[in-house]
């Protein structure tokens, strides 16, 4: 069964400041995806990483993907408070068109 | 429409009645997932219907619950007998063929069962 782990759940940081959210993921997999959730709203597609060593940047946001590793990254930079929600990652089953299994979620909180 | 349609947005119901839940996914996604979310915690998968292939029912948690979709069009997911512990957020996304592009996500059905 493909299990998809978070760190850290939850994520108090001050405006200004630099973090990494971390997704690993129980087996090899070379799709993977980050959503953004703001309070009471749907899931917002932020990344789709598809293969290894993928990066993307959306403004102060990077994801990375390594795929031997298991591991996907989330770097915030500068963070401002507009970036405070719940941050999931999601992985594919491979070889299928399956379900996407999703971490647990990060929630991030900037502060002034 | 332009995106997933999910209805009703906000669903009361008292403990043992059924309830309906609909989606209309976004127009030419073959795929169609439903996820449940109860509060503050992350996404349950319940079922995935991909064109006219057998469900993935692998996720409904009991036989109360089932979900049908017709060809490439609405899904409805039915839980029978609700019970409290069905109150979440009932997520329905679509994703166009190819699997390897995102899921699109309604806002979501929100269930209390009183």
């Known amino acids: 069964e493909l299990k998809v782990e978070q760190n850290p759940l939850f994520l108090s940081m001050q405006e200004g400041k630099n973090y990494t959210i971390y997704c690993n993921y129980s087996t090899t997999s070379d799709r993977l995806y980050w959503y953004r959730q703001d309070p009471g709203k749907s899931l917002e597609s932020l990344f789709v990483?598809?293969?290894?060593?993928a990066v993307k940047q959306e403004g102060r946001l990077m994801a990375s993907l390594d795929t031997k590793a298991r591991l996907s990254t989330l770097h915030i930079t500068a963070a401002v408070h507009d970036l405070s929600a719940t941050y999931f990652c999601?992985?594919?089953?491979?070889?299928?068109?399956?379900?996407?299994?999703f971490g647990t979620g990060t929630r991030l909180q900037v502060t002034l | 429409g332009a995106g997933v349609s999910q209805s009703p947005s906000n669903k009361v119901t008292e403990k043992g009645k059924d309830v309906e839940l609909r989606c209309d996914p976004i127009s030419g996604h073959t795929a169609l997932y439903w996820y449940r979310q109860r509060l503050g915690q992350g996404l349950e998968f319940l079922i995935y219907?991909?064109?006219?292939?057998?469900?993935?029912k692998s996720g409904l948690p009991s036989d109360r619950f089932s979900a049908e979709r017709t060809g490439e069009s609405v899904s409805t997911l039915t839980i029978q007998r609700t019970q409290q512990e069905d109150s979440a957020v009932y997520l329905c996304?679509?994703?166009?063929?190819?699997?390897?592009?995102?899921?699109?996500f309604g806002e979501g059905s929100r269930l209390t069962v009183l």
């Open positions: 996304a679509s994703r166009e063929t190819g699997f390897t592009g995102e899921l699109f």
């Open positions: 990483l598809l293969s290894n060593g």
């Open positions: 999601a992985v594919d089953k491979p070889g299928t068109a399956s379900k996407l299994t």
């Open positions: 219907f991909q064109g006219n292939s057998a469900p993935d």
